[in-house]
């Protein structure tokens, strides 16, 4: 299909669809739009929320599973589980994306992305996507947006989880847990493991703008086990005290030198909160995250780079009259890098001092925002947004906004040492955006629809030149981009669909962004007998290209899943599913091969 028949095909899938961009929960409760609880339906942000429900019903091995063709969000991995994975939303770069995990910025200091690939399923309670501008909240980094994922919490009479899966390459699977609470205590635990012997996930001996690619013909494997758990307790003065815990270690084997990573995923936190007063709410949060790659050869260590990040977050909400809600906070980040590369510099602080002020006014909502963000290696940035929403009916919002967001230089970008063919570059200056966007959202029914038009202008993009040895800051690039998608729930029948149509470019050159599609869908379709249960999912994305230059181009691909359950007795079920079901031979980065048709089956214990 040539580029002007896939877009008009993506086209007359929005006029059709009429389709939304939100996956919306009846009662959802999202936090990451302003910080501070606000139903789905009061937000004035582009949101997407994956419930639990979702996880279960869609049955992902990964957390990219999850997330490929949801509104505006781009994923590009280096082969099947466990493989380098990269998020591009809305068009921007894979480090111009935050991704938090109860509250925590997560993610790589050397390289400025978050290892989504070693986040499991298991673990997660639900994930928010909101997209667009953040940074006036959360500082550096969100000029996409921000991934924000809950793990498990307790509520209620103790439950009890247990689920065994096998499935094609070799792949075991398995997780147990048990949550509940008790007074003013609330628990949760949960251990999972994930293995597959996996397949060889890149074309041996091909050839490449670098050479040959490696001849390996091995399977590539992946081992993920992990541990999560909560625990807080609320007292009668209304004060509340609680931690939480996530930790995934495991390997993942590849081609070349290093052929193999163990990696540590893990998030530690610590809260205090309670009312001050009448109208004023106050949370204290001690955080730290960690991401280590130990890369190794033939089970040798190479190279090894360690990131850990200590925060500090004090956040204060005062309600003023029954119209107003002033939000005030600071942030302390300290990012440390421990690395068998000598970087020039391995420590950086950053402190940021927010607030947003969200009025309602009869039909109208106003959500401003402002930050002030002082880094030690890189400056200062001052960052903001204005949010303006008018309701229509009771069924309908038009929203019309504007924000500006930074992304912070990693430790790669400034400090990595002159090497022969890349050094770092401490002159660099923060990329710096712009988004203009507009949207409607409405509710009839048993349909939620929502569609948002958007321009977002990236300054001083910071680009590798080859010549030089070393990146730079280059003029501007520009994303356009329109996102849409419809949830329908009928009887025992649940639609959900969306679709995203970009266009992007560097405005230096004029080339399209690389490793980003221009269209991408996906269409959800399940149905219920009792305890029967059927669905599907449909997927497809346009073509992109894999280089800079624009000279490899990656076709583009269609994929169907198909999943059934049944309940065999009260709180047992048995699951089944079948990816790629007519075996798409597909590559979403050049020499890496995805997944072909492969089938999974699991036995799951839920407390009734």
């Known amino acids: 299909m040539n580029k002007s028949a896939s877009r008009s095909l993506f086209l007359t899938l929005l006029a059709l669809g009429g389709t939304s961009a939100t996956a919306w929960a009846d009662d959802a409760i999202v936090v990451t739009a302003t910080r501070t609880a606000r139903s789905v339906d009061d937000t004035l942000a582009p949101v997407t929320v994956i419930t639990r429900e979702d996880i279960e019903r869609l049955q992902p091995a990964t957390l990219p599973d999850l997330l490929v063709g ?130 060889n996930v890149q074309l041996d001996g091909a050839t490449t703008p670098f050479g040959f690619t490696p001849d390996e013909p091995d399977d590539d494997g992946y081992r993920n086990g992990s541990v999560g758990g909560s625990l807080s307790h609320r007292f009668n003065s209304g004060l509340e005290l609680g931690v939480n815990a996530l930790r995934a270690a495991g390997q993942t084997e590849y081609d070349g030198v290093p052929n193999e990573t163990d990696f540590v995923q893990q998030v530690l936190g610590a809260y205090a909160a309670m009312p001050v007063l009448a109208g004023w709410f106050s949370r204290l949060s001690v955080n730290e995250s960690r991401d280590d790659s130990d890369n190794l050869f033939n089970d040798e260590v190479q190279t090894l780079f360690d990131s850990q990040r200590r925060q500090m977050t004090w956040q204060n909400d005062v309600s003023i009259g029954e119209a107003q809600l002033l939000t005030l906070g600071v942030d302390y980040v300290s990012d440390e890098v421990v690395s068998t590369t000598e970087f020039a510099e391995t420590e950086r602080d950053n402190v940021g001092y927010f607030i947003q002020d969200q009025i309602r006014l009869g039909r109208h909502d106003i959500v401003g925002s402002l930050r002030y963000d002082d880094n ?176 490899v181009e990656l076709p583009g691909y269609g994929l169907v899943n198909f999943r059934a359950g049944l309940e065999i007795a009260d709180g047992w079920s048995v699951q089944g599913r079948i990816d790629n079901v007519f075996d798409k031979q597909y590559s979403l980065a050049d020499t890496y091969l995805q997944p072909g048709r492969a089938a999974y089956v699991s036995v799951n214990y839920r407390t009734p």
């Not at 209620?156 to 008790?182: E, H, Q």
């Open 70 to 199: 949801q509104p505006g969000v781009d994923l590009v991995a280096n082969g099947g589980f466990g493989k380098n994975t990269s998020v591009f939303l809305r068009g921007t770069n894979s480090n111009q994306t935050l991704v938090l995990i109860d509250g925590v910025r997560v993610g790589s200091a050397t390289t400025g992305a978050a290892a989504l690939q070693y986040i499991p399923p298991e673990q997660i309670d639900r994930i928010e996507i909101v997209r667009g501008p953040r940074a006036g909240l959360y500082g550096a980094d969100a000029i996409g947006g921000v991934i924000h994922i809950f793990t498990r919490r307790g509520q209620g009479d103790p439950r009890f989880n247990f689920t065994g899966s096998v499935g094609s390459d070799t792949t075991r699977a398995g997780s147990v847990g048990l949550s509940g609470s008790s007074g003013g205590t609330r628990y949760a635990v949960q251990a999972a493991y994930f293995g597959t012997e996996g397949y």
């Open 376 to 551: 030690d290696a890189y400056g200062e940035n001052t960052t903001g947004g204005l949010t303006w929403g008018v309701d229509l009916s009771d069924a309908a919002r038009v929203t019309a906004s504007y924000g500006r967001a930074f992304r912070a230089p990693t430790f790669n970008e400034l400090f990595f040492p002159d090497v022969g063919f890349f050094a770092g570059n401490p002159d660099l200056a923060p990329e710096e955006s712009e988004n203009l966007e507009l949207g409607i959202q409405m509710r009839t029914g048993p349909a939620r629809v929502q569609a948002s038009v958007f321009r977002n202008t990236i300054d001083d993009l910071i680009v590798f030149d080859s010549g030089a040895g070393t990146v730079g800051n280059i003029e501007s690039a520009r994303v356009v981009g329109l996102e849409t998608g419809i949830e329908l729930n009928a009887a025992d029948w649940r639609l959900y669909g969306a679709v995203t149509v970009l266009d992007h470019e560097n405005r230096d050159t004029g080339a399209d962004l690389p490793r980003r599609a221009n269209e991408s869908a996906r269409i959800e379709l399940d149905r219920s007998w009792g305890a029967l249960s059927m669905g599907g999912t449909v997927i497809a994305q346009g073509r992109r290209y894999d280089d800079a230059a624009n000279t």
